[in-house]
């Protein structure tokens, strides 16, 4: 899911010239089988979870949805619209 913190790290990297902000949604979940002993909160932001969640992306096994596309940057609000 994308939040607001996504978006507002993509609007401060992205080069506006020429650009628009794309918003990806996958609206599936993704199961994984980890040890009982694992803070499950902890694994999400961990290289391996992540690297997992990729590979299913890449393999096809997720689809992938348009959910919005901004194409102009407001420089006084610094918002995508």
């Given at each position: 899911m994308i939040t607001g913190d996504d978006i507002r790290r993509l609007e401060e990297e992205a080069t506006?010239?020429?650009?628009k902000l794309l918003i990806i949604e996958t609206q599936q979940f993704f199961e994984?089988?980890?040890?009982?002993?694992?803070n499950p909160h902890k694994y999400v932001e961990t290289d391996e979870c992540k690297k997992i969640c990729?590979?299913?992306?890449l393999s096809g096994i997720t689809d992938l949805y348009v959910e919005r596309v901004y194409t102009?940057?407001?420089?006084?609000?610094?918002?995508w619209t």
């Open positions: 506006r010239v020429g650009k994984i089988e980890v040890p009982t002993n694992i990729a590979d299913k992306i102009e940057y407001n420089e006084v609000t610094g918002e």
